[in-house]
């Protein structure tokens, strides 16, 4: 059986690093695993919320610096040429490049006891037998495992056939542009109109800006010319920049985070915001509350109890993104998004509450429950109060 620890957490992104640092310091003998050598590339936006910021104190006890994040407080709202809203004392959306970024989360893990076995791709998985089997022949087992592995889980796959629906996961696709002299460069840009169902971006980052697209991608079957077309816009040719592409579970929320001692943070388990596309919150929060539990359980009844103690945590964020999906269709849907645009150009208010949600200032919860039938009536005309 090879080496036996208390967790095993597979996925070295912000998830299983959140994971790693939670479970040693609570006294695990955890192993984290990941295919890639870090640091490492990633497809991200890199938009770094107030969300973000409170996870990332509270987890691993670091701030924003202006060595991983650049802040901004700009922000333009934009349907294709048309400006929707442009606002220069925006609520503070920070960004970063996930390279470095996510290097910065594993070293605080490690330093705080996480083992590591980086740059070791996986041969097999027995989630029944709690046993990985390393390429290099090496075997490593636990009572608890966490998948933290991203949209395309390979710990989805072998606990459900999948790791995502098809006719539901997002698709996106992005290159990094130099700042120097360009007009937006100091500016958040969202583009409601550059995709379907989805939107294109530009953040600025400490030493480029991110352009890119992303969707449902049913819907955007052929993403490469969206990204060519929104390029074409900014005058850049997508083919010399060499994009890049990348699924995004863009709000599937898991019924059921995992299976037996087997359970699933971030990405894999479908915990990415389903309007604003935002990830990161919730990889770390659902990372440190997987690893909690699992914490709790080998403490306690046993770890079949990880995955309803996981359940019951992780609960409230997948109430969030719910209600998130709710509201996606006044977004997105084709025949309904011109109305909410020219409501949106028309109402500094409504303008505030969308960057709230934006930067993670605010929850979907705060809007109340009335929120999506009182927005969808002021789209069709008709008047009512402005509160939540």
């Given at each position: 059986m090879g080496r036996r620890r208390d967790l095993i957490v597979i996925g070295g992104g912000p998830a299983g690093a959140a994971a790693g640092i939670t479970a040693a310091r609570a006294g695990l003998d955890v192993l984290l695993i990941d295919k890639a050598t870090f640091p490492r590339e990633k497809l991200c936006g890199g938009g770094f919320t107030g969300r973000s910021r409170r996870h990332m104190g509270e987890i691993f006890g670091r701030d924003v610096t202006p060595d991983l994040f650049l802040p901004c407080n700009r922000f333009r709202l934009t349907a294709g040429a048309r400006t929707v809203a442009e606002l220069a004392d925006a609520p503070t959306i920070w960004l970063t490049m996930r390279r470095a970024f996510d290097a910065m989360l594993l070293s605080a893990a490690e330093d705080a006891g996480c083992g590591m076995a980086t740059g070791q791709r996986i041969a097999s998985f027995d989630p029944k037998l709690g046993q990985v089997v390393l390429a290099s022949g090496e075997e490593v087992s636990a009572p608890v495992i966490i998948g933290a592995d991203g949209a395309t889980s390979m710990v989805a796959r072998r606990l459900f056939g999948r790791a995502y629906d098809p006719a539901r996961v997002g698709f996106g696709m992005e290159v990094e542009l130099p700042r120097d002299g360009a007009s937006d460069a100091d500016a958040v840009e969202i583009d409601l109109s550059a995709a379907e169902w989805g939107y294109g971006w530009s953040f600025p980052k400490p030493g480029s800006i991110t352009v890119g697209v992303g969707g449902i991608h049913r819907r955007n079957p052929t993403m490469p010319a969206t990204l060519d077309r929104f390029l074409g816009g900014r005058d850049q040719d997508a083919a010399r920049l060499r994009p890049r592409g990348a699924f995004l579970p863009f709000g599937e929320v898991r019924p059921v985070p995992g299976?037996?001692?087997?359970?699933?943070?971030?990405?894999?388990?479908?915990?990415?915001?389903?309007?604003?596309?935002?990830?990161?919150?919730?990889?770390?929060?659902?990372?440190?509350?997987?690893?909690?539990?699992?914490?709790?359980?080998?403490?306690?009844?046993?770890?079949?109890?990880?995955?309803?103690?996981?359940r019951r945590a992780i609960a409230p964020i997948c109430a969030e993104l719910r209600r998130a999906r709710a509201l996606r269709w006044l977004f997105y849907q084709p025949m309904l998004q011109p109305a909410f645009l020219r409501l949106l150009a028309g109402e500094p208010r409504l303008q505030r509450r969308y960057l709230a949600l934006l930067s993670g200032e605010a929850d979907y919860a705060d809007l109340g429950w009335r929120a999506l039938p009182r927005l969808a009536a002021r789209m069709a005309g008709r008047s009512f109060l402005t509160g939540a």
């Open positions: 299976m037996g001692t087997t359970l699933l943070a971030g990405d894999a388990a479908g915990l990415v915001d389903p309007i604003t596309g935002e990830g990161i919150a919730w990889a770390m929060k659902s990372g440190q509350l997987a690893a909690g539990a699992a914490a709790e359980a080998l403490a306690g009844r046993g770890p079949e109890m990880a995955l309803p103690r996981y």
